[in-house]
C-alpha cells in the first residue's frame, strides 16, 4: 500500500467532507486558488498524488463523493 | 432467502395487532404517535408497521429469539409472537430515544412521553409472561440499565431472545448466551458507527469510536482539522483495517460460542454480519467502492446550512411580511381595520443586519412610516407617536439611501416632537404625545422601547444626540440594575435582555460609559441565569438566550439551543409564530401578538449569530 502524510489525508479528507471546497477543486479555473487556501506546502502535488493514487484504482473524486439523496419521501394528503 | 426475511411471515402476522394499536392510542400520544409512525415507513419503505425494523441493514432484534430457538428448543407460537411484540416496542423505544437525541432529526422533546409509552408497553407484555421470580427480570433490569448508561443502547433487544430461551426451559446456558448477543450488538454497532463515519465527521460531531479511530491511527483529538484527516486517512490509509479486524476476530469468537452452545440458527446472522463488516471496510477503499455498494459515503445534510438558507428564503418571499402585520379588525379607533406594520419592520431589520441588501425595500418602508408620521398605525389622519416606530426608522435609516425632502423632513419633524418628549430625567417616555380623546394608551414606561430608540439614535447620529443618549442611558442601566428585566412592560424577558445587551455593545462601540454602569453586568449574569432557568425552551426562547448570551456582559453557549430551533422549522424554512408582545383586542382586555415570520426572524438571527462564531 502506498504511504501517505497527514496532509494527503488531511487534503482528500477536506474534498470527501466539504462539498463547496470539492466544487472549487473539481473546476480547474478555481482549482490554483482552492489549493493555495490551504496554505499547505506543495499542494498542488499532494493533490496530483490523490489524483494518481484514486486512478490507479480507476476511479476519480466526484465517483467518492454520493450525492445528498434529498427530496426523495413525498407524503400526500 | 435473505437473512432478515427467513422469518418474516411470523413477524407480520405478531405485528399485525401493533398496527391497530398504533392507530387507537391515548389522546396525548396520537398525534407524536402518528408522526413517528409515519416517520418509521418513509425510513423504512415498509406499508405498514409489520414492516419496519426488519430491513437487511436493520439489527434483527424483531426477528433474534426465532433464531436462537432454532437449536435450542421451541416455544408456543402465541408467546413467540408476544416476545415479537415486546422486541417490537423495545426497537420502537430505543429508536424514538435515538431520533430525539439526534440534533439533525425533527424529532423535538414533545416525543418523551410517547417514548416512555412504548417503553411501558413492552414492559408489560414481559411482565405478562415472566412472573416475579424469573430469571428474566435480572436480565431486563440489566438491560435497560446498559441502555441508560450510553453505550450499550442495543442491549434491551436481546431480551425477547432471552426470554424464549427460559419459556424453553434452556437456562442453564443464559449468561453464555447473554455474553454472545452483547458480542454480536457489539459488531452490529461498530458497523453502525462506520456507516455514520462520514456525516459525524461533516458535522464536526466526536464520538468514543471516532476517538478510538484516531487513537489507532495516530491523530491528535486536539489536531487542527481533525475530522478532515480521519476522513482521508480512511482512504489513503484503511483507518478502518485494524479495528474492523479486531471486531472480525470478536465476531470469529462469537461464531465459535454459537456452535459449541448449539444456536445453529444464528448462522445467517453471522453471516450477514460478517458480509456487512466487508462492505464497510470496503467502502472507505477506492479498491472497494463495487463491492460496499452505494451510500455508504452518501454526506449528510448540513442542517444549521440548510436552516439558514431555508429561513432566509422564507423571509425573503414577501418583504412586506404580511403575514407579521399588527392588525385590528374588531373596531379599534372606530375603525373596521387598523394596521401597525411595526413588526414587518423588524422582521426587515434582522434581514439587514444579517447581511441582506436590501435598500429599496428599505426606503419603501420608512416612506411608509413617514406617510403616517412615525406614528404606530397607519392612519395619516390619527397620529400615535412612539419611541418605538421612530427608534425602528433609525435603525432602518443606514440600510436604506437616506432619501431627503418628505421622508427626511417627516423624520426631523418626529425627532423634534421626540426631543421635546424627554422627561426631566432624562427618560424618553413611550408614548410622544398625547393621545386623542376616548383613547387610553398602555405600555408606557418601557424600557425596552427606550433601548429600542437609543439603538436608533447611536446608528442615525451619534454625535448629534450624544448628550441625549448619554442621559437616557444612564437612567435606563440605573433601572435595569434595579430592576432587571423588569424594566420592560412588553416584551419577554430573555428578548428584553438581548436588547438590553445589544445597547450596552453599541455604546461601548460609540465609546459612551457613564458612572456606576460597571455594576449592571453583575445584575444581567444573574438575570440572565434566573431566565434560562425559567425559559419554557420554545425555538423563539432559545434564540432569544443566544442573543442575550452573546455580548460584553454574557457570553456563554449551549449547544441545544440551536438544535432546539433547527428541530422545530417548518418544510417552509419558517417557525410557528410564539409570543412576543401584548397588543389590545377588544378595546379593554389584551392579546399575545404572534407571527411566524417574527419568530422566523429572530431563529435566524440567533443562528446566523452562532455561525458568525464558527459552531
Sequence with gaps: MASFSAEHERLLGKLLLDQEFLGRILDSETRMEALESLNVPDAEKVYDDIEDYLAEYGETLEDLVDDVDAGVIAFMG | MRWNEVYERERRAALAPVEIEFRTLPAPLREPGRLFRANLLAASGAEDLSGVFSGPEDHPGLDLHHFVLDGAGAILAARADELTRAAFF????????????????????????????????????????????????????????????????????KLASLGALILADWTSELERVDDLLETLNAVFSFIESARGIRRDLQAGRSSAFLLELMLNNGIAADEPDWAARLMGALVLSDALGAPAEAVRTRLDGARSASAELGLVGLAPYLDHLDGALDRVRAAFRPSGREQAGSGLLRPAIDTQKLALETAAAFLNSDLAFRESWEIHRYGLFGRDEVISRFPAGLALEVLCETGSELPGIVDAFVAGLARQRFGYFDLPDLVLRDADTLGLALRLWDYGTRPEGGVREALEEALAVMGRSVLPDGRVPVWLGEPPDGVRLAGEGCGVVEAHLLLGLLAFDVERFKRMIVRSAAGLFDRFTEFGAGISVNYPALYSLSVVSRLAAALERAGITAPGWETWGEVYRAELEAELDRSERTPQEAAFAIMASTGPAADRFEREWPVRIRKHQRPDGSWNAEPFCFVANRGNEASWYASRTLTTAFCFRSLKMISKNGD
Excluded: M, N, Q, V
Excluded at chain 2, 417503553?119 to 431486563?140: H, M, Q, V
Design chain 2, 90 to 157: 423495545t426497537a420502537a423505544a430505543l429508536h424514538l430515544s435515538r431520533s430525539i437525541e439526534d440534533p439533525d432529526s425533527l424529532t423535538t422533546e414533545r416525543a418523551r412521553p410517547l417514548r416512555r409509552y412504548l417503553e411501558d408497553r413492552a414492559s408489560a407484555i414481559f411482565t405478562g409472561i415472566f412472573s416475579a421470580g424469573s430469571p428474566f427480570r435480572k436480565y431486563y433490569k440489566r438491560a435497560w440499565a446498559r441502555d441508560r448508561a450510553g453505550p450499550g443502547r442495543l442491549a434491551p433487544l
